[in-house]
């Protein structure tokens, strides 16, 4: 049992440009399948579906199907100009839904990381009748939340083109999220993109120009304090971006969100702490919804 790299030209929706769009994607299927959902991971700025492997291993050893895709301008998929994919919240909420239909995930749990990992909990509010279980780990979800200067400097002109064309940006970014070493061999699968294109970097400028984060997060905190859908969220607490009180506070809003913390995890926690990770998901996956 492996994980399976695939691609997939996905038709766009209309408000879309671009005809069609390149997604890239990371599978697993268990040999002994639960009667249960597919779970679909999805990652954060810097990061790619490669950051999931670990987990999505263990996912398929306990009986679950795992499908991870790299965000399109992001790690192996397509690198759309910003003239014909908006990169905004809107957009990339669109072509997820074209993505899903493509690779006929109608039902399924989702997790998400990280700042553009955010888009995905706003796909859920947005349609919670796909939705079996929510699981989010270290991901913005209040309206006070600031992008970090490392993240926010590749969205200023000038600044930004050089920043991008550098893939040692990826180094910077993840190891200082992460607070740990990557091993270069892991570090060159995230840099490889950065090598083989210019248009990786000018996609990111696009990413972080676009995030429109102050409304995404409007949405996201007032959706989750009312939302009716089973939610877990795991935060590392030394995280140097986001604070977990905003986190624990919103849990704290809704009887349907529960709060574990990972006490020296920091903002990729999948990176490090999958084997502490992958049992806290799992066990959740596998309640039966009321």
Same mark, same amino acid.
């Given at each position: 049992?492996?994980?399976?790299?695939?691609?997939?030209?996905?038709?766009?929706?209309?408000?879309?440009?671009?005809?069609? $769009?390149?997604?890239?994607?990371?599978?697993?299927?268990?040999?002994?399948?639960?009667?249960?959902?597919?779970?679909?991971?999805?990652?954060?700025?810097?990061?790619?579906?490669?950051?999931?492997?670990?987990?999505?291993?263990?996912?398929?050893?306990?009986?679950?199907?795992?499908?991870?895709?790299?965000?399109?301008?992001?790690?192996?998929?397509?690198?759309?100009?910003?003239?014909?994919?908006?990169?905004?919240?809107?957009?990339?909420?669109?072509?997820?839904?074209?993505?899903?239909?493509?690779?006929?995930?109608?039902?399924?749990?989702?997790?998400?990381?990280?700042?553009?990992?955010?888009?995905?909990?706003?796909?859920?509010?947005?349609?919670?009748?796909?939705?079996?279980?929510?699981?989010?780990?270290?991901?913005?979800?209040?309206?006070?939340?600031?992008?970090?200067?490392?993240?926010?400097?590749?969205?200023?002109?000038?600044?930004?083109?050089?920043?991008?064309?550098?893939?040692?940006?990826?180094?910077?970014?993840?190891?200082?999220?992460?607070?740990?070493?990557?091993?270069?061999?892991?570090?060159?699968?995230?840099?490889?993109?950065? $090598?083989?294109?210019?248009?990786?970097?000018?996609?990111?400028?696009?990413?972080?120009?676009?995030?429109?984060?102050?409304?995404?997060?409007?949405?996201?905190?007032?959706?989750?304090?009312?939302?009716?859908?089973?939610?877990?969220?795991?935060?590392?607490?030394?995280?140097?971006?986001?604070?977990?009180?905003?986190?624990?506070?919103?849990?704290?809003?809704?009887?349907?969100?529960?709060?574990?913390?990972?006490?020296?995890?920091?903002?990729?926690?999948?990176?490090?702490?999958?084997?502490?990770?992958?049992?806290?998901?799992?066990?959740?996956?596998?309640?039966?919804?009321?």
């Amino acid at each position: 049992m492996s994980i399976k790299e695939n691609s997939i030209a996905v038709e766009s929706k209309d408000s879309i440009p671009e005809k069609s $769009l390149e997604w890239f994607y990371r599978e697993i299927s268990p040999e002994n399948p639960l009667d249960k959902p597919p779970v679909l991971l999805l990652h954060g700025i810097l990061s790619q579906s490669f950051s999931w492997c670990e987990i999505m291993v263990e996912l398929a050893n306990n009986g679950f199907k795992a499908i991870a895709p790299d965000w399109i301008g992001c790690g192996y998929s397509g690198k759309v100009a910003p003239s014909k994919f908006g990169y905004t919240p809107d957009a990339y909420i669109e072509a997820l839904s074209s993505f899903l239909e493509a690779v006929k995930l109608e039902k399924f749990s989702l997790v998400v990381q990280g700042f553009l990992g955010s888009v995905g909990i706003q796909y859920a509010l947005r349609n919670p009748q796909q939705i079996e279980h929510l699981i989010i780990l270290n991901t913005p979800m209040s309206p006070s939340v600031k992008l970090p200067w490392t993240m926010k400097q590749c969205g200023i002109p000038l600044l930004g083109d050089m920043i991008t064309q550098d893939p040692l940006l990826v180094d910077r970014t993840l190891e200082g999220g992460s607070g740990f070493v990557i091993s270069d061999e892991n570090l060159n699968v995230y840099r490889k993109p950065f $090598l083989q294109t210019s248009a990786t970097g000018r996609a990111l400028m696009g990413i972080v120009k676009n995030l429109k984060l102050s409304d995404s997060m409007k949405e996201v905190e007032s959706g989750l304090a009312k939302s009716e859908l089973p939610v877990q969220i795991i935060w590392g607490m030394e995280d140097p971006w986001l604070d977990s009180e905003s986190a624990s506070k919103l849990a704290n809003t809704n009887q349907n969100i529960e709060f574990t913390s990972l006490k020296e995890a920091k903002h990729y926690p999948q990176e490090h702490f999958s084997q502490e990770i992958s049992p806290m998901i799992i066990n959740f996956l596998r309640r039966q919804n009321v």
